[in-house]
C-alpha cells in the first residue's frame, strides 16, 4: 500500500500485517515538576553493559484471512462486498472458505522478576498464535501471555528458564523533564540486542492510541521492531515502554513516544495478579471546552471535561451527571480535561465511589457516583474521540439516544473526517460490513478494513432524513509493523 506523504505515528513493531490508524493533533500536558538536576553521561556504556543482560527479543507468529483480490477502485466501497460475492464466481464453500495466511513478526521487552515475567507491547503479542522469547545470551524459550491491556498496549508474558534472570527496575517519570538524557534498548528491524540515546522532548504527549494517552516523547532513535523495549534513565530505571514513531516512511526521524512506567508499572502488577485490568467506569461522552463554549456556559476559563452524552442506567445516570454538566474535579483532583477525568476514572476501581463536581447552570453542585464495571464494549469513560481508532479518523462518537446507530458529536479540523463532509449531529448507521450500534462498531469496522489492507472503510452516514454511503481514506493510518 502507497504511504502517505504526512508524518503518520507508526507502532515500532517489525510484524507482516497492513496499516492501522491515524492520529489526531498532538497535545501536550502542562510542564512537569521541577526536578534535581541531572548530570548526562561522558558515554552509556557502563548503562548499556548494567542493563543489556534483561533487554529481551519478542518473536511472534500468528495468522490472518486470505483476502480476495478486489480492484483497488472498488476497496473500502460499498461495491466491494458485491464484487466478493458475483465478481469471481460463487463464493467457495467449506475448508477453503477459510484460508488462512501465516504472519510474524517481533519487537522487544524486558524482564522486570527474576522468576522471568517480561513486559511488552499489546500489539506485539496480542494477536500471536505463539510467541517467544530470546533472551541476551542467546537462548531462545517458549513465552506464556499472562494477559494484556490493549487500552495502554502493555502486555505481560512469562517465560520458564529453570534459572534466575536478571532484571531491571522501574523509575519514576513523573520526575522526568524536558531535556533528561534517556536511552532506550531494544530490536530494531530484526538486527538483535540495539541502544539509542537521546532526551525527554516533551511529556504528555496525546496522539490517539486510545483514551489514556500520555506519552514521553523522545529523540532517541526508535524504529520498527523497537515496540516493547524499555526506556532507561541515567540510573538504569525504566521510565518508558517504548511503542510508537512518527515517521513518513516507518524509519526513525527522532519523533518516538514510550508509555510513561508511572501508567505502565500499575498495569503490569495488575496483569500479574489477575492477568487483566480492572477499571472504573462512569458512562459519559465527552468533549474539551474552548474559550467561546466556556462563555456561553459561564465559566472563566475553558477548563474542564464537559458531558455531551450520558448512557441510560449508567453509574453517571443513576448518581445525577446530565448532559451539559461541566466536570471540574473528582475527589480533590482537579478536572482541567476530558482526559484528566479518563485518567481518573480509569485508575479507579469498579464500585469505588468518587466526590464529581460539576458546573451546572453557572454552579457547582456535588454528586457522590458509584463506579460500575466497564462493559467491554466501553473504553471505560468514552471521551473525544472514542473510541481510539475511530478518533483517528478525526470522529468522536456516542450512542445515538434516539434509536439505531452511533451519533457524531465532534469532527476534528483538518481530519480525514472533516474533509469527507461529516457533521455533528450526524448518524453512522453501518460501518464496512456491519450493522452500527455503538461507537465500538465503527471502531471495529476500521480494524477490519485496516487488516485487509483497504485504503477506505464504506460508512452509511444519515443526515435528517436523508442517507448515503461515503468512504472514509485510511490512507496515512498508524501502522503496526
Known amino acids: 500500500m502507497a504511504r502517505s506523504a504526512a508524518l503518520i505515528p507508526i507502532f515500532a513493531l517489525t510484524l507482516a500485517l497492513p496499516l492501522a490508524a491515524a492520529p489526531p493533533a498532538l497535545a501536550q500536558r502542562p510542564p512537569a515538576p521541577v526536578a534535581a538536576p541531572i548530570t548526562t553521561p561522558s558515554n552509556f556504556a557502563d548503562l548499556v553493559a548494567q542493563v543489556g543482560p534483561a533487554v529481551v527479543r519478542v518473536a511472534v507468529v500468528g495468522h490472518e484471512q486470505a ?15 458485491l464484487f466478493r460475492r458475483y465478481g469471481q464466481g460463487q463464493r467457495p464453500q467449506g475448508p477453503q472458505a477459510e484460508r488462512q495466511r501465516r504472519t510474524m513478526g517481533q519487537g ?7 522468576a522471568g515475567f517480561v513486559v511488552t507491547n499489546n500489539h506485539v503479542v496480542g494477536e500471536a498464535d505463539r510467541v517467544t522469547v530470546e533472551l ?3 537462548r531462545q524459550l517458549p513465552a506464556r501471555v499472562v494477559g494484556a491491556d490493549p487500552k495502554t498496549d502493555i502486555a505481560l508474558l512469562k517465560i520458564e528458564a529453570g534459572v534466575q534472570l536478571p532484571t531491571v527496575p522501574w523509575g519514576n517519570s513523573d520526575t522526568l523533564r524536558v531535556g533528561e538524557p534517556v536511552l532506550a534498548m531494544g530490536n530494531p528491524f530484526g538486527l538483535g540486542g540495539s541502544a539509542t540515546a537521546g532526551i525527554v522532548s516533551a511529556r504528555g504527549r496525546q496522539i490517539g492510541a486510545g483514551p489514556y494517552d500520555d506519552f514521553i516523547q523522545t529523540d532517541a532513535s526508535i524504529n520498527p521492531g523497537n515496540s ?11 521510565v518508558g515502554v517504548n511503542t510508537a514513531i512518527l515517521s513518513p516512511s516507518g524509519g526513525n526521524i527522532g519523533i518516538g513516544f514510550a508509555v510513561p512506567s508511572k501508567l505502565a508499572h500499575r498495569v503490569v502488577e495488575s496483569l500479574k495478579q489477575s492477568g487483566k485490568v480492572e477499571r ?27 458531558i455531551a452524552g450520558v448512557e441510560p442506567g449508567s453509574p453517571a445516570a443513576r448518581g445525577g451527571l446530565r448532559a451539559g454538566d461541566v466536570v471540574t474535579e473528582i475527589d480533590g483532583r482537579p478536572i482541567r480535561a476530558p482526559r484528566d477525568l479518563a485518567g481518573t476514572i480509569g485508575e479507579s476501581k469498579p464500585g469505588a465511589s468518587l466526590a464529581v463536581t460539576v458546573q451546572r447552570d453557572g454552579k457547582p453542585v456535588l454528586h457522590r457516583i458509584a463506579l460500575g464495571e466497564a462493559p467491554d464494549r466501553k473504553a471505560g469513560v468514552q471521551g473525544a474521540p472514542q473510541p481510539g481508532r475511530a478518533g483517528a479518523l478525526g470522529l468522536a462518537l456516542r450512542p445515538n439516544p434516539e434509536g439505531e446507530g452511533a451519533a457524531v458529536i465532534q469532527v476534528a479540523p483538518g481530519s480525514i473526517a472533516e474533509s469527507r463532509g461529516l457533521q455533528p449531529g450526524d448518524i453512522i448507521l453501518r460501518a464496512g460490513d456491519r450493522a452500527v450500534n455503538t461507537p465500538s462498531d465503527v471502531a471495529a469496522a476500521v480494524e477490519a478494513a485496516r487488516k485487509a489492507g483497504r485504503p477506505a472503510v464504506a460508512i452509511q452516514l444519515q443526515r435528517g432524513e436523508a442517507s448515503s454511503f461515503i468512504a472514509l481514506p485510511l490512507n496515512g493510518e498508524r501502522e503496526p509493523g
Not at 522487544?108 to 527474576?114: Q, R
Not at 516493547?228 to 525504566?238: A, D, M, Y
Not at 458512562?283 to 471546552?289: A, D, H, K, N, Y
Open 228 to 238: 516493547g523495549g524499555p526506556l532507561f534513565n541515567t540510573q538504569g530505571e525504566v
Open 67 to 81: 483476502q480476495q483480490d478486489v480492484p483497488p477502485e472498488l476497496r473500502g466501497t460499498p461495491l466491494e462486498e
Open 280 to 306: 472504573g467506569w462512569l458512562g459519559v461522552s465527552l468533549q474539551p471546552i474552548d474559550r467561546e463554549l466556556a462563555g456561553a456556559l459561564g465559566l472563566e476559563e475553558p477548563m474542564g471535561a464537559m
Open 108 to 114: 522487544s521487552g524486558f524482564i522486570i522478576d527474576p
Open 136 to 138: 541476551s545470551d542467546g
